[in-house]
């Protein structure tokens, strides 16, 4: 193997002593290394493939925000927004440091933010070389000169072999991932899933940027035309939210973490993608399943004894996943920003079959759908899961925001406003039934649909092009290019009217039952664009 890179950086200023370290590696590097320490497998399309190990997914319930002077007054704390004690992090975290040192390690000095006026500096600490490769491929990579001069604002501690003690550590099991806003940390051990990294970064940029810069964090993704119209996507795992933004006739701005500036501007806070990967298919996804080559990593897929990959096998588990670095997708926006703001889609997959497969909202309604960052999950999904379950979570991103949720709505709102933006809901969810009687809305007829919002060829908002749905209240296009008309109303789809509006009152109770926690903090119109009160 080549010899590896080391530069003389000291990790004393934060408690790590006598380490080896593996400073600043190229890709190529870490692969090797991964391979030679038997922790990876290189996969028959090139990528390397790992297995995060017993976590395989975020565990939201062990996510912590150091309680103190800078957070106390300003956060939401909640079952989502955990407090943690400061004596208690500084115990914790000392205990991490302790157990790097004198071990091989991996630092990588990098970006977030795309837009240099709003550029955060990070320096990653990995116990292990994928995890450190996740990095390179996920944040923005700094060119030979920054580095020379490079100081890091926030640090990141990633320790997956650590393991605390709940009864001395005040954690609520082994595993933790830990921010304090004070020493500007990210403290992460006892598991290996990458995707903890990045949203440590992501959690904290959400309150940076509206608290000190006046822009808007948003869980999105986005994609730029060949005349400068900005279209942004809003959405959970598993609603299209990579897929539909990887566009080959649009440039890729990034596929899930942006900001929107106060100058009207969208930026990526990203230098790469991590996708699902799912039921990934060449034919169906050809960008994405391109990028899957040397350099990115795969985690927790399943491989045939010659590395092909089965994309299909959920035997470890459903949030299969890749990172590879943008510009593995050939049509990309250079810089990772764009102006001009034309459309927002808000992406759902409604099991319950009942909302429209594309509509548009009001700003209230955008605002009240933004809160409510609506999804559903079906059977099969989690354990007790036997018909389709309303699944909430706070402007698409409710994990990693530390504000109010009203906040950001109210903050995209006037952005909403003052750039004239169109909001749209699109269902990539079920159609003709819920989920285990209907079925999935082809993603060729969603494109379309999205493709069709872009072009302006929906016509005018008005009574001869949209109906108004009864339950929802949210304006459904009659007719679309390259979309079945009778698939446009979901009610149609049915066959039975009795099962179809049973259904959506079901959902649209869900809805209000949800929108209780918020409706203290929401003003007047957000509250009215909620479902419609009627009742059979």
């Excluded at 990887?246 to 930026?267: C, K, Q, Y």
């Excluded at 509509?359 to 999804?375: D, E, N, R, V, W």
């Excluded at 679309?480 to 979901?490: I, T």
């Amino acid at each position: 193997m080549t010899d590896l890179k080391t530069k003389s950086i000291s990790l004393i200023n934060l408690g790590i002593k006598n380490a080896t370290i593996r400073y600043q590696l190229t890709s190529d590097e870490l692969h090797a290394i991964t391979i030679e320490k038997e922790q990876g497998i290189t996969s028959s399309l090139g990528a390397i493939a790992v297995n995060t190990g017993e976590f395989t997914g975020r565990s939201p319930k062990d996510r912590f925000i150091v309680k103190d002077a800078v957070t106390k007054d300003e956060f939401w704390w909640s079952d989502i927004n955990l407090p943690f004690d400061s004596q208690k992090f500084d115990v914790l975290y000392t205990k991490v440091t302790d157990y790097l040192s004198e071990k091989e390690i991996f630092v990588r000095d990098s970006y977030a933010c795309a837009d240099e006026n709003y550029q955060l500096s990070i320096r990653v600490v990995n116990e292990y070389p994928w995890s450190n490769m996740f990095a390179h491929n996920m944040f923005l990579r700094p060119s030979e000169a920054e580095l020379k001069g490079f100081s890091p604002e926030w640090t990141v501690i990633n320790a997956p072999g650590f393991k605390a003690n709940p009864e001395e550590d005040g954690t609520r099991q082994s595993n933790f991932a830990i921010l304090n806003f004070t020493k500007k940390i990210a403290l992460i051990g006892g598991t290996g899933y990458t995707g903890e990294i990045k949203k440590g970064i992501f959690s904290a940029l959400n309150f940076i940027l509206p608290v000190f810069k006046k822009t808007l964090p948003m869980h999105c993704s986005a994609n730029i035309g060949k005349d400068g119209d900005t279209a942004i996507f809003f959405g959970l795992s598993g609603t299209g939210k990579t897929t539909l933004s990887t566009d080959p006739n649009r440039s890729l701005i990034g596929d899930d973490e942006h900001g929107w500036t106060a100058e009207n501007t969208v930026f990526n806070f990203e230098g790469g993608c991590y996708a699902k990967v799912i039921n990934l298919s060449q034919k169906q996804e050809p960008e994405i399943y391109a990028a899957i080559k040397k350099g990115a990593i795969l985690e927790n897929v399943v491989l045939d004894k010659n590395g092909v990959v089965d994309f299909s096998d959920t035997s470890i588990t459903q949030n299969t996943r890749v990172s590879y670095p943008i510009d593995h997708i050939e049509n990309i926006q250079k810089p990772s920003k764009g102006k001009n703001p034309k459309n927002i889609f808000f992406l759902t997959a409604d099991a319950f079959g009942v909302l429209p497969p594309i509509s548009k909202l009001t700003p209230s309604q955008a605002a009240y759908h933004f809160i409510s960052g609506y999804t559903a999950k079906v059977a099969g999904t989690e354990t007790g899961v036997t018909e389709p379950i309303p699944s909430f979570s706070a402007c698409f991103g409710a994990p990693f925001m530390p504000l109010h949720p009203t906040r950001y709505a109210e903050m995209l709102s006037e952005k909403m406003q003052e750039a004239g933006v169109n909001v749209w809901l699109i269902n990539t969810g079920w159609s003709g039934g819920q989920y285990g009687v209907g079925r999935r809305m082809p993603l060729k007829y969603t494109r379309a649909m999205i493709s069709a919002v872009l072009n302006g060829d929906l016509g005018d908002y008005s009574y001869d092009n949209y109906h108004i749905h009864s339950v929802f209240g949210v304006a459904q296009p009659r007719t679309c290019p390259g979309v079945p008309s009778e698939l446009l109303s979901p009610r149609s789809t049915w066959n039975n009217d009795d099962a179809y509006y049973k259904t959506a009152f079901k959902l649209s109770n869900a809805f209000r039952l949800n929108f209780k926690q918020f409706e203290e903090f929401a003003n007047e119109e957000i509250r009215r664009g909620g479902p419609q009160r009627f009742a059979l």
